[in-house]
Every structure is written in C-alpha cells, then in structure tokens.
C-alpha cells in the first residue's frame, strides 16, 4: 500500500477494500492487528481513505476487554487478549473477518456503527437466503431459533427446567454435546451467524465483524462464547444445508459494505 502525502494528492473518497489473505495464504491474528494499526494511523493522520481489511484467520481464540476467566478454554489452549470491545470468540479457516478502518464524527456514536456493520451483513446473509436478525441486547448478527415452547427437550429434561437459565453457574461445556454451541440448529435456538467487537481511537475504528460462512463451528464449543450460555452458533453453509465458500461471500460483503457505510449519512452521536 502506498500512503498518501497529505499537501500533495488528495485522499480519495469512498471505501477501499484491502484482501490481507485466504486459504492457504489466511493471516495470523497478530499481522493482522499490526496492520490494523499501521492503517488506522495512516487514515487518523487522513493519508488514506475509508479502508475496510478482509481476510481469513488462521485458528485463533481472542478475548475483549469484558472477557471473563470462566468463558475461556477449560483446557489452556492460548487466548489473544485483544483491545476491542465484547468477549471472547474464535476466528479461523471458514470465516469471513472484516476490519473497517472509518474515520467517524466527534463525539463517535458507535452503537451507530455497530448497527450498520449489523444491517450490511445482514443483507449479505439475504441475499443467500439465510434470514439474519438482531437480537435485543446482543450485537451481532442471529438467526432466530423455534418459540421455548416448540422446543425440543434437552437433557430429557422439560425446557422449563433448562440450567442454563436458572443456573448461574452453569457450564454447557461440562455438560455433554447437547448444550454445545454448535449444535444450537439441531436444537432450533437462536444462534449467531456474525459477530462484532469494535474499538474506536481518535475517531478512527478498529476490529469489526466476523462471519461464519462454512467454518468448524466445533471451535466455538472450548469456551463461552461471546459469554453468551443459552444460545448459539451458526454457519451459512449449515443454514443452508450446502457447501458455501468465502469466494462465493467475498464479493457480495465488499458490495453491501459499500452501499451501507457509504451511504450512511455519519453523525456524531448525541450528547
């Protein structure tokens, strides 16, 4: 990338996309975030425009700031403490990560933001047919699960007596696959199909979303996520029933990010 003198050209306006690597060439976590914050200085400093990074992960467990010790892996595996916002969560191979780099208004409103990256995704699960939603008091994207009532039963257990909900305690992870993340389709719960944690620095923001398209959502059944017990995770692919692939989702995400965040009249938030 070639930075852009302030004084000499003008910044170009309108979003960028930068691909940092997929497949056999996905990032390690640790480059991805140094890159971050090399264009996030670059776009403070106004050298380059709007940048939104895609790539892949390679398998990697990083946690927010609001990450508690009981929503990490029982087992040790290693955990990037990172500096955005929300808990913990896994990124890997399947998954499409996003990181809009946007210069905002002063005071930033990043519930705005948030909502945008939600109904930019959201339009790109639309377009393949998935319905994503938002769930009240949890961001991100979701595909809604059956009434409590039309549930199955769990454990052999009525669902009015599910652990999860009445158990502060509780630990899906202790207690057999049928509380496990992965499986909350088969158990037609809510489940989330995207997941988002910013940060916002000097009106610039970092991190961003993360879509899961055809990953081994096994990944997700080590810890706790998102901190969230009574529900779960989802892929395009299961949602769909076929094979889905992130060439296929890569495209349809720069268009809707595009018409979403360049099209969104930017306000600072109220104060």
Not at 106 to 117: E, G, I, K, S
Not at 143 to 162: M, T
Request: hydrophobic share 40%; with cysteine.
């Amino acid at each position: 990338m070639t930075a852009i003198s302030r004084g000499e050209t003008p910044v170009p306006e309108g979003l960028r996309f930068v691909h940092l690597g997929f497949g056999a060439d996905a990032v390690d976590y640790e480059s991805a975030w140094q890159e971050q914050r090399r264009v996030h200085a670059a776009r403070f400093a106004d050298e380059v425009p709007d940048t939104c990074l895609l790539l892949e992960h390679q398998a990697v467990y990083t946690a927010g700031r609001r990450t508690s010790d009981d929503e990490r892996p029982l087992d040790g595996t290693p955990v990037v403490d990172v500096d955005r916002g929300g808990k913990i969560t896994w990124h890997g191979p399947g998954q499409l990560v996003g990181y809009p780099i946007q210069k905002l208004p002063r005071p930033v409103d990043v519930v705005a933001h948030v909502r945008r990256l939600e109904d930019a995704l959201i339009r790109v699960c639309a377009e393949f047919g998935v319905e994503g939603t938002r769930v009240e008091g949890r961001s991100g994207v979701w595909v809604l699960g059956d009434p409590v009532e039309e549930r199955a039963a769990l454990g052999g257990l009525n669902l009015d007596f599910d652990p999860r909900l009445t158990d502060e305690l509780f630990d899906p992870r202790l207690n057999g696959p049928e509380y496990a993340p992965s499986n909350a389709g088969q158990r037609r719960e809510d489940r989330k199909l995207a997941a988002i944690g910013i940060r916002v620095a000097k009106g610039v923001t970092m991190h961003g979303f993360a879509l899961n398209v055809n990953p081994d959502n096994t990944s997700f059944d080590k810890i706790v996520p998102c901190g969230i017990r009574d529900a779960g995770v989802a892929s395009l692919a299961n949602e769909l029933g076929r094979e889905i692939t992130i060439a296929e989702v890569l495209p349809v995400a720069e268009k809707h990010l595009r018409d979403v965040l360049e099209g969104a009249e930017l306000l600072p938030r109220a104060v």
